[in-house]
């Protein structure tokens, strides 16, 4: 952290969930979209939930989706499925599992995959979509540290220093990179939403770490943090081939994201929340909408595809160095795996 964190109005984020709850409408869909022939786009955790409606939509408009998963099988189905809809496109699916964040050793060999499978054709998008939400704190990763935290933060940046080499060249006119976070990040903590001294709560006994809502939303703020550091890190290269970085809270949405909430607590989200469909409109507003420049590095997309700003302290943060302050913590607990 690089200076003390602003307040924020209380008001504010009350407002600001209520929004997540009735968002504008989404104005740009799947008709504006342009033709995606010829472009590769890297989508994690595409074998259910957004990542899947993301894919389907990429698919239809003829785009090479590399789909990066946990599990073989899950994202075979997921394919096999999204063929069988679309049997017109002329794009292609192709699965890269293994990808699971709770063990950062595996995530090496991953880059190494998505590597051969390009053969060195060019990647326009890459969405850092998969992303855990536990009901209870008790996760903890092969590394030992809070699974909300390595699957969310960690692992994503991790897997984007392998795609970096692959990914930073002046290749295609269309270059966009999503980080999926989510309106949560304004349950986190309260200096920029990062529990600074120790963020991954290791050796902390479950029973003493803070509740999830506030894990999950610190794992969400370091999402927004990471969308502007990424291009501030890179900015020579970012700004020559024109690549726009942003984060994203897709919306509040049915998905298996709630999997493990009470069946109570899931009968009732589905009628205030919305089809997972709606979360592909924002990610891909940030995919591929022409209205973003590179003067909206780092910006913060929320539903269902159009700029407003996080909270006030992460907005101070993307200014005041506080974003790359984070990333360099990040960079040394993942620096062993790369
Ligand atoms: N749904 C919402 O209301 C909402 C709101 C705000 C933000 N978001 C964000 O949107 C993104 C997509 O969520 P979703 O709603 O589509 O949830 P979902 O249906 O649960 O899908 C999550 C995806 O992430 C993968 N994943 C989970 N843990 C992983 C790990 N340790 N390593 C690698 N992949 C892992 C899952 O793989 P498996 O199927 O193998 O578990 C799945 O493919 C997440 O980043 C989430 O935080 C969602």
């Known amino acids: 952290m690089t200076e003390p964190a602003p307040s924020y109005s209380r008001i504010q984020v009350l407002k600001d969930i209520y929004y997540g709850f009735r968002p504008n409408k989404p104005k740009f869909l799947p008709t504006d979209y342009p033709d995606l022939t010829g472009k590769t786009a890297i989508v994690t955790g595409s074998n259910t939930g957004i990542g899947l409606h993301v894919m389907r939509l990429l698919y239809e408009k003829n785009c090479n989706v590399i789909s990066v998963v946990r599990t073989q099988s899950k994202g075979e189905a997921a394919k096999e499925q999204i063929l069988k809809e679309i049997p017109t496109s002329k794009g292609s699916i192709t699965v890269v599992s293994g990808c699971d964040f709770l063990d950062l050793a595996n995530i090496k060999a991953?880059?190494?995959?998505?590597?051969?499978?390009?053969?060195?054709?060019?990647?326009?998008?890459i969405i850092h979509n998969a992303g855990l939400m536990a009901s209870n704190n008790l996760g903890t990763s092969k590394q030992g540290y809070e699974a909300m935290f390595?699957?969310?933060?960690?692992g994503p940046q991790l897997l984007q220093s392998f795609l970096d080499p692959l990914y930073l060249k002046k290749d295609d006119d269309l270059k966009r990179i999503v980080w999926v976070s989510s309106g949560a990040h304004l349950l986190g903590f309260p200096e920029y939403g990062i529990n600074w001294e120790d963020p991954c709560f290791l050796k902390v006994p479950v029973e003493q770490r803070p509740?999830?809502?506030?894990?999950?939303?610190?794992s969400k703020a370091g999402n927004?943090?990471?969308?502007k550091a990424w291009a501030t890190v890179n900015k020579k290269i970012v700004e020559e081939i024109g690549c726009v970085s942003t984060s994203v809270y897709p919306g509040n949405l049915n998905t298996d994201l709630q999997r493990d909430?009470?069946?109570?607590?899931?009968k009732a989200s589905t009628y205030v929340f919305w089809d997972g469909i709606y979360g592909a409109y924002s990610e891909l507003y940030s995919a591929l909408s022409p209205e973003l420049t590179i003067k909206d590095q780092g910006a913060y997309v929320v539903p269902f595809g159009?700029?407003?700003p996080p909270r006030a302290d992460l907005v101070a943060g993307l200014k005041n160095g506080t974003d790359l302050k984070f990333w360099e913590?990040?960079?040394?607990?993942?620096a062993k795996f790369k």
């Open 211 to 218: 509740s999830a809502n506030t894990l999950y939303g610190q």
């Open 306 to 308: 159009e700029i407003q």
């Open 261 to 266: 909430w009470n069946w109570l607590l899931r």
């Open 329 to 334: 913590m990040v960079e040394e607990m993942i």
């Open 110 to 125: 991953v880059g190494l995959k998505i590597k051969e499978v390009l053969k060195g054709k060019p990647i326009s998008i």
């Open 224 to 227: 927004i943090m990471q969308a």
């Open 150 to 154: 390595q699957t969310n933060v960690l």
